[in-house]
């Protein structure tokens, strides 16, 4: 079984930042890509930021240039500092992981529960 927490939501004016961390553990032999997705209200699920093992990232366009994700592969810990907060960026942020697990040896994806982020005008 594998766990991914995150943390660091909460309210924030517009132009405010915060930094969300999502912590895996559990039966890991490897992480491979890893990556944030929110859902705003009304809206579906998208793809915000994603990093691979080797540290190649990619954005969503919305968030390129203020937001960053980055990854401590020693903590199996991924983040994501947003900066430039607007009203628009207001969602519940979700963690998500590729995961070879040492028992079965099979790679698959596992998400958090989410934490919730609101931007305040």
């Known amino acids: 079984q594998v766990q991914l927490v995150e943390s660091g939501g909460g309210l924030v004016q517009a132009g405010g930042s915060l930094r969300l961390s999502c912590a895996a553990s559990?039966?890991?032999?490897?992480?491979?890509?890893m990556g944030w997705y929110r859902q705003r209200p009304g809206k579906q699920r998208e793809l915000v930021a994603a990093i691979t093992s080797g540290g190649s990232t990619n954005y969503a366009d919305s968030v390129k240039g203020r937001f960053t994700i980055s990854r401590a592969n020693a903590k199996n810990t991924v983040y994501l500092q947003m900066n430039s907060l607007k009203p628009e960026d207001t969602a519940v942020y979700y963690c998500?992981?590729?995961?070879?697990?040492?028992?079965?040896?099979?790679?698959?994806?596992?998400w958090g529960q989410g934490t919730q982020v609101t931007v305040s005008s």
């Open positions: 998500t992981a590729v995961v070879l697990t040492t028992t079965p040896k099979v790679a698959s994806d596992y």
């Open positions: 559990g039966s890991i032999f490897s992480l491979n890509a």
